[in-house]
Antibody, heavy 121, light 109 residues
């Protein structure tokens, strides 16, 4: 069945960058855009954006424009989300997710397990 | 920019009771592109409803969605112990897509 397996926890200092990976399996990777969503401790869900593995098109939430870079590697069926200039309020669990329908990013039916990123000096 | 406001913030109910959760959008949601998710502690969200009223694969029929325009509702007809969780609405019809509401927690009374 569809699986999204994310990379492990990371601890970063303020100002650094983090790159989270999301390896997909058991479906045609290029046909389904990948979304990224984050959740700060005890807080709600925050949509960050999505990327199409087919053509590399992205749609980033305005809040993250200039600080987030989403990429994919079709040869390994892996999506990446890099967040730069980290601040303490970027501490969160980061989720990747796949849409329920080909070519559409949303809504998200399949989710990775989440990757905890901690930003601390 | 689109804002989704969910109410109430917390719903305290007993198993077997019904639950009604509201999601109000600051602008009309195109073509009822509104989804509902359930999230339990330490888990990823789970898609329950999309297109405002269509249940996702494997979702029990005690979950139902309704609404259009700016007002949407998730109804759980009879709460099972596993239904106590946080519920989020998400719109995906207007730019920027992907906006979530702040969530409603359904807790055991």
């Amino acid at each position: 069945q569809v699986r999204l397996v994310q990379s492990g926890p990371e601890v970063k200092k303020p100002g650094a960058s983090v790159k989270v990976s999301c390896k997909a399996s058991d479906y045609s990777f290029i046909n389904y855009p990948i979304s990224w969503v984050r959740q700060a401790p005890g807080q709600g869900l925050e949509w960050m954006g999505w990327i199409s593995p087919y053509n590399g098109n992205t749609n980033y939430a305005q809040k993250f424009q200039g600080r987030v870079i989403m990429t994919t590697d079709a040869s390994t069926s892996t999506a990446y989300m890099e967040l730069t200039s980290l601040r303490s309020d970027d501490t969160a669990v980061y989720f990747c997710a796949r849409g329920r329908q080909e070519w559409l990013a949303l809504p998200s039916e399949y989710w990775g397990q989440g990757s905890l990123v901690t930003v601390s000096s | 920019e689109m804002v989704l406001t969910q109410s109430p913030g917390t719903l305290s109910l007993s198993p077997g009771e019904g639950a009604t959760l509201s999601c109000r959008a600051s602008q009309g949601v195109s073509s009822s592109y509104l989804a509902w998710y359930q999230q339990k502690p330490g888990q990823a969200p789970r898609l329950l409803i999309y297109g405002a009223s269509t249940r996702a694969t494997g979702i029990p029929d005690r979950f139902s969605g309704s609404g259009s325009g700016t007002d949407f509702t998730l109804t759980i007809s009879r709460l099972e112990p596993e239904d106590f969780a946080v519920y989020y609405c998400q719109q995906y019809g207007r730019s920027p897509p992907g906006t979530f509401g702040q969530g409603t927690k359904v807790e055991i009374k």
